[in-house]
């Protein structure tokens, strides 16, 4: 089975410092794993994914984020936060075999101060 | 219309009701998905369609009847619901087969309250 844990349901951060959003995973092979946003009254917005290959994903909006195999991590960031970047984000990893579902984490809440 | 659209985005209804949610997409898209947001828990896959046939039912109450009449087109029929049903229904599809790592593109949802 497969798992998500994105550590702190809420950040906060200034207008133009940097975003770390945290997500784990646990799978027994290596996993497709997601990084979602949903605006208020929106619904889910791919950001980026990783599938295979460049370790390092860079997605819309400047995010990125890197698949660290040794630690089971897939964290998101920033270099400088925008008021816009203020959502709901959502860590989510699946399997690779046909058939398989996305696992969604929990979310994170982030708040960009001005 | 572009993407994929809800409607209603508000319902409110009482336990002995019947409704019913309506998701179309616009995407030329194969799958289509039905998921539940409630607060403070991870997105929940309720049904999962592909080419019409539906592939996935996640143990979900019979309160709740799925209806995919063609590939643009799904419904969430409810019945008898209970107050922890209130949450936000999330429609959502995909190219290609119902494979995870085809990308989901999700509607705005319906906000549902249960009285």
């Known amino acids: ?114 | 219309e572009t993407g994929v659209t809800q409607t209603p985005r508000h319902l409110v209804m009482g336990m002995t009701n019947k409704k019913s949610l309506k998701c179309e997409q616009h995407l030329g898209h194969n799958a289509m998905y039905w998921y539940k947001q409630s607060a403070k828990k991870p997105l929940e896959l309720m049904f999962v369609y592909s080419l019409e046939e539906r592939v996935e039912n996640n143990s979900v109450p019979s309160r709740f009847s799925p209806e995919c009449p063609n590939s643009s087109h799904l419904f969430l029929h409810l019945h008898t619901l209970q107050p922890e049903d209130s949450a936000l229904y999330l429609c959502a599809s995909s190219q290609g087969s119902a494979s995870s790592y085809n990308e989901q593109f999700f509607g705005p949802g319906t906000r549902l309250t249960v009285l």
């Open chain 1, 1 to 114: 089975a497969q798992s998500v844990t994105q550590l702190g349901s809420h950040v906060s951060v200034s207008e133009g410092a940097l975003v770390l959003l945290r997500c784990n995973y646990s799978s027994s092979v290596p996993p497709y794993l997601f990084w979602y946003v949903q605006y208020p009254n929106q619904g889910l917005q791919l950001l980026l994914k990783y599938t295979t290959g460049a370790t390092l994903v860079k997605g819309i909006n400047g995010f990125e984020a890197e698949f660290k195999k040794s630690e089971t991590s897939f964290h998101l960031t920033k270099p400088s936060a925008h008021m816009s970047d203020a959502a709901e984000y959502f860590c989510a990893v699946s399997g690779r075999t046909s058939g398989s579902r996305l696992t969604f984490g929990e979310g994170t809440q982030l708040t960009v101060n001005p």
